[in-house]
Structure formats: structure tokens, C-alpha cells
């Protein structure tokens, strides 16, 4: 962290010492889905960026809350309606502090990317989009980032507009700052784009959309597990997450909003938790963060985001995004070296994402004859088709890192590559 931080709030542990030294062998023994075979091979899992795998750590957690201290939060005054509660709230604790957020009352727990998306559309974007004004996002984005901008505009009659990028797959910072105007209302980017691996320039985008007097949301599916985040630093007004991509399961992610924002955006739906009073005639409601949980609320989901955080940050995020660097840049110069495969993405700042294509050969057969060598990719256009038809291309295929993977397991994936090279000769 660095010295300008400011302190966390006293519920906040400090974050742990990481690890001496980066030891990939003994990362690996904490996944055990890792030491099996697939197809009669070793398996070799590069499908990091659709969901990583998870560590003992945060298997064991799950189990012991399971085992112990399951019950409904916020609720009953048993003992163990306590022990649940703060778990849940300790989890929450633990993302304000991974994401250097200022206060635990920012950190809204959702299913994942798409519901915080989602949220701040449907919160955020209906009271402050009029007819006229405009929300932009990049060429780059996924799925999740598009459709839910796209469902606003519509209601609101509002446009959407597009941030251009380059072949490489780099955003054209020069036709963002063409496209900010005093219409843009709200800027919605990727920090790391899953389709191309492409690293935008969070800081700089926010400091120009504030510039123009449009807030900025933050889709970090694809950083969270794989660099050092400080939402203060980067000033964004929004960050989302998903915690299945972080070693952590599926069904829990946050949503990061500065409090000032989130206090004065209605909720998002409306139920138990998320209310201080009710009566037929009026609703009073929750404080942050609750006002946006209604309903029970994944608290073994949180037990288990907890562990898994605090798993990256043994391992020191700075470590694991040099780990990672190291593996894109081998795997770089492995595969792009192979006649007839040609990359898709190659910006100077990229992370996890290596996409291909290969000459007359469709992805999903790529994708089919690495499986027969126990190797798992993803194919196809990855919910990013304003991607693929940016290249003119159907799909890719895509292997993504994490922090367990080896340079033997790069060497593994060009062998399965001169493979489908052999099958189709
Ligand atoms: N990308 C992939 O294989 P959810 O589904 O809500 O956890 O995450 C959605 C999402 C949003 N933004 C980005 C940049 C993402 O990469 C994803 C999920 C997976 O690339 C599954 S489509």
C-alpha cells in the first residue's frame, strides 16, 4: 500500500505479509482439481478468465462455516445467527481492504460482474440519464458491459456511444477524449479485457471523464485476480468484481461505490435487509451497504470471498501479476512462433488473455483437440461479438492464466497446438 493511503477504517485488519518468494509447486498443491487426469493426460487448466479454480483454503472455509456457524444474518439473536453475521460482515471487511476502499459501507456484496453492472444501471443510471445524454463504453467490452447500457439508453432515450480501438486491441484514448462531452453522463470501461487481454489506463480515463463531469465505472472481472487494486487511487466511482474469477466461488461479488453516490441512489430491489422500517403507507430504508442486499444473502459465499482474498493477498498480488507477466510473455513468443496461428490482441499492456486464431481451422475444433490432450481453453467469442466482428473473425481461442500455471503447462499448450496443426495438414 502505499504511503499517501488513506488509513482504513479501524475495522480493517492490515493486510498480511505476503509469501518471501513466489513458489508456483507449492501454490499448486493447494488446488486439488488440479492432480487429475483428462482424457488420459495430465490436466492443464487455461481457462482462467471463464473462472478459476479453488484453493483448499477456501474449500475448508466453506465447510467449516457449513459445519459450524450456518444461519440466517442480520437477523436472530442466537449465537450462531451472530457467528453468521460477522462472518459475513468480515467478509466484507476483507474486500474493503483488498480494494483499499474507504469505508465498508461501499462494498455492496452482488452475484457477481453483471448484477453490479446491472445495479448501477438500473439505480444510478435511471435517475441521473435524461433523453439526450450519453453513456460511452469501449469496442472492448463484454457482454455484461454493453447489454445493460443498451437497456437504459432505450428506456431513457439515451445514447450509447463506442470508444474506438486499434488493431492491436488498445483503446484510442485520442477519439475518448473526441467522444467526452457535458452529455456523457457516466463512462463504463474494462480494466482488463477477457477477449483480448488488453490493460486500459483506468487512471487516466477517470481523471478525464471527471474532467467532463461523468462518473466512471470500473468492470474488474478480469484485474481483480490478477493485480494490486486501490480503488481510491484510481478514483473510479464504481468497481465490480466477480469472486468466482478470484479463487473464490460462484454467486458472490461486489460492487465498490463511493458512499457519497450510493446514498443517494434508490435501492435496486426492494425486500427483507435492505429496510429500516416498513408500513403499508412507507418504506424507510436500510443504511449502506444494506439498502442494497434485500433478501437473505449469500453469507457462505462471503465466508468463502474472504478466504479467498485473503489467499491473494498472502501470495502478494504484485507477485502474482509478475507470475502471470512472466507466463503471457513465454506463452507470447511460444505460440505466436507456430506458422499459421495468429494472435488476436497484442497491446504493450495486456494481462492473463492469450486469444488466437489459426489459419483455416475453427476455434472450436482448436478448443476439441487441446481437450483430447487434457488441455481446457475457451472458444468462441468469449460475450464479447463487438470484439470478434472488430476483427472480422467468428471466435478465438483463448488461453487465460492464473496463478497456478507453469511454463511447462505453455510448453504442453504448443505441443497440443502442433497437434491440431498435424490433424489438419
Ligand atoms: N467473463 C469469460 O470467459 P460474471 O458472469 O458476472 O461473473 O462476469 C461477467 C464478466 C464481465 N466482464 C468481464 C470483463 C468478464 O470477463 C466477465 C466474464 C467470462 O470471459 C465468462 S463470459
Not at 442480520?74 to 476483507?94: C, I, K, N, P, Q
Not at 456523457?184 to 481523471?207: C, D, F, K, Q, Y
Request: with cysteine; glycine share 8%; net charge negative.
Amino acid at each position: 500500500m502505499s504511503t499517501q493511503a488513506k488509513p482504513l477504517s479501524p475495522a480493517v485488519a492490515p493486510p498480511p505479509r505476503p509469501a518471501a518468494s513466489f513458489d508456483v509447486e507449492a501454490v499448486r498443491r493447494d488446488f486439488p482439481i488440479l492432480f487429475q487426469q483428462v482424457n488420459g493426460k495430465p490436466l492443464v487448466y487455461l481457462d482462467n478468465a471463464a473462472t478459476s479454480q479453488k484453493p483448499r483454503q477456501v474449500i475448508e472455509a466453506v465447510s467449516r462455516y457449513y459445519e459450524r456457524d450456518n444461519a440466517n444474518v442480520h437477523r436472530g439473536v442466537h449465537a450462531l445467527s451472530g457467528r453468521a453475521t460477522d462472518a459475513f460482515e468480515h467478509g466484507r471487511a476483507t474486500a474493503q481492504r483488498f480494494l483499499n476502499a474507504a469505508s465498508a459501507s461501499e462494498i455492496v456484496f452482488v452475484r457477481g460482474t453483471t448484477e453490479a453492472i446491472n445495479l448501477v444501471a438500473q439505480s444510478y443510471g435511471r435517475v441521473h440519464l435524461e433523453a439526450g445524454d450519453e453513456v460511452l463504453i469501449s469496442a472492448m467490452e463484454h457482454h455484461s458491459n454493453i447489454v445493460p447500457w443498451q437497456m437504459l439508453c432505450e428506456e431513457k432515450r439515451a445514447v450509447l456511444r463506442v470508444i474506438p480501438i486499434t488493431d492491436r486491441g488498445e483503446l484510442r484514448m485520442d477519439e475518448y477524449e473526441r467522444l467526452l462531452s457535458r452529455k456523457t453522463r457516466l463512462v463504463a470501461i474494462a480494466h482488463i479485457s477477457n477477449a483480448l487481454g488488453t490493460l486500459n489506463p483506468v487512471r487516466e480515463i477517470v481523471a478525464l471523464a471527471h474532467d467532463a463531469g461523468a462518473v466512471v465505472l470500473v468492470d474488474g472481472a478480469q484485474a481483480a485476480p490478477r493485480m494490486k487494486l486501490d480503488v481510491q487511487e484510481l478514483d473510479c466511482d464504481f468497481y465490480a468484481f466477480s469472486c468466482h474469477k478470484a479463487y473464490g466461488p460462484m454467486g458472490i461479488g461486489v460492487l465498490y461505490g463511493k458512499a457519497a453516490l450510493l446514498d443517494a441512489m434508490p435501492p435496486y430491489q426492494g425486500g427483507g435487509d435492505m429496510i429500516a422500517s416498513v408500513t403499508f403507507e412507507k418504506t424507510v430504508y436500510n443504511k449502506l451497504p444494506h439498502k442494497f442486499e434485500a433478501g437473505t444473502p449469500n453469507v457462505a459465499g462471503a465466508v468463502a470471498l474472504d478466504a479467498a482474498l485473503l489467499y491473494l493477498e498472502r501470495l502478494g498480488l504484485e507477485r502474482i501479476a509478475a507470475h502471470e507477466d512472466e507466463l503471457l510473455a513465454y506463452a507470447t513468443d511460444t505460440v505466436s512462433a507456430i506458422p499459421g496461428v495468429q494472435l488476436i490482441g497484442t497491446a504493450p499492456r495486456k494481462s492473463g488473455v492469450l486469444s488466437f486464431v489459426m489459419e483455416n481451422i475453427h476455434p472450436h475444433d482448436i478448443g476439441t483437440i487441446l481437450d483430447q490432450e487434457g488441455i481446457a481453453i475457451r472458444t468462441g467469442h468469449h460475450c464479447a461479438q463487438p470484439v470478434m466482428s472488430r476483427f472480422g473473425i467468428p471466435a478465438t481461442a483463448r488461453a487465460s492464466f492464473g496463478l497456478y500455471n507453469t511454463r511447462e503447462e505453455i510448453d504442453a499448450l504448443a505441443r497440443g497446438i502442433e497437434r491440431v496443426r498435424e490433424v489438419f495438414a
